[in-house]
């Protein structure tokens, strides 16, 4: 959600504006990071850049033997029935997982219609909606990508040498400059390292 809400806005400034928009895929452009990814008018990959995952997950962790074995029970009470769908401390249920699916399925339909619609004209024949990922050229060859480039060689090239790349980004405190917020900083790297463990990385 969050990634299409950002492409909408950077793709409502750039038409407004009367602006084209580069997307440079450094490390990995995948699932929302390739949504918002498809916000540019051209998509730029390093050749071991990860790109795709067009696709909707949901995933959760399932208790309830450990809880039988420790002699804990489950007190949930609800009003509407699906209030505690895919609740993970009880046995999973076909009915929860058809409800899943079924929320999954427009959200993936969307996704699908937006990359078709961005990449227009682009895209190769095949399957390039199952969530599979590809490298680099791979991606390029798919049409998922534009090509292989980096972001100041390839602006230069486009714009000319007298190009001024502005970074933009959160203002750091004085204490956080200092290193003070080591633990934030740590917390951090689990999380980043948690979503590229889903990519085999």
Request: aromatic share 8%; charged share 25%.
């Amino acid at each position: 959600m969050q990634s299409s809400l950002i492409a909408a806005r950077i793709r409502r400034l750039a038409d407004d504006k009367k602006i084209p928009v580069h997307a440079f895929v450094e490390d990995v452009a995948a699932s929302g990071g390739y949504w918002l990814a498809c916000a540019g008018d051209q998509i730029w990959v390093d050749q071991s850049s990860i790109v795709g995952s067009i696709g909707v997950i949901f995933a959760s962790f399932g208790f309830p033997e450990l809880m039988a074995r420790h002699g804990i029970e489950r007190r949930v009470h609800t009003a509407g029935r699906s209030k505690s769908l895919a609740d993970p401390f009880l046995p999973e249920k076909p009915e929860d997982v058809a409800r899943l699916e079924a929320l999954q399925q427009p959200i993936h339909a969307a996704f699908i219609a937006y990359v078709k619609a961005r990449r227009a004209g682009r895209l190769s024949e095949g399957d390039l909606f199952n969530a599979d990922v590809w490298v680099g050229q791979q991606a390029v060859d798919l049409g998922l990508a534009d090509g292989v480039a980096h972001l100041v060689p390839r602006l230069k090239a486009l714009y000319g040498d007298k190009v001024r790349l502005v970074a933009y980004g959160p203002r750091r405190s004085l204490l956080r400059r200092f290193g003070v917020n080591l633990l934030g900083g740590a917390i951090t790297e689990i999380e980043e390292r948690a979503m590229l463990a889903r990519y085999g990385l």
